[in-house]
């Protein structure tokens, strides 16, 4: 594991799962909410992998210029990144419009029976 991330296992769910995997939580709300599109979350993630590399190298001397960890990392805020946009959209959606849409699971929702959308 150390070999692909740069870094320990610690330090890597302390910093990468933990402390980043909040602050993408939080942007893809913040993008969510202010109903930006979805496409928004890439250069936010990319953003987020490269300060996450940092504070690893800077707090840690983990490697800074590790690809397989910064893919690595990337991709973990990546997915905390879609998921809260995708719960907070439909969140969103069905606390605005609930004569329109109903709740299909936590990422979904589709047009209720009789709506005319």
Known sequence: MEAITGTSLGVTIGMTVILMGFCAFMTGQAIANTWRPLSQVYPYALLLGATDRF????????????????????????????????????NKMLSQYPWLYERVGPFGFRAREGADV
């Open 55 to 90: 504070m690893i190298y800077a707090l840690f001397e983990g490697e800074l210029l590790s690809l397989s960890g910064y893919i690595f990392d990337t991709a973990i805020l990546f997915a905390v990144l879609i998921a809260a946009f995708r719960v907070t959209r439909v």
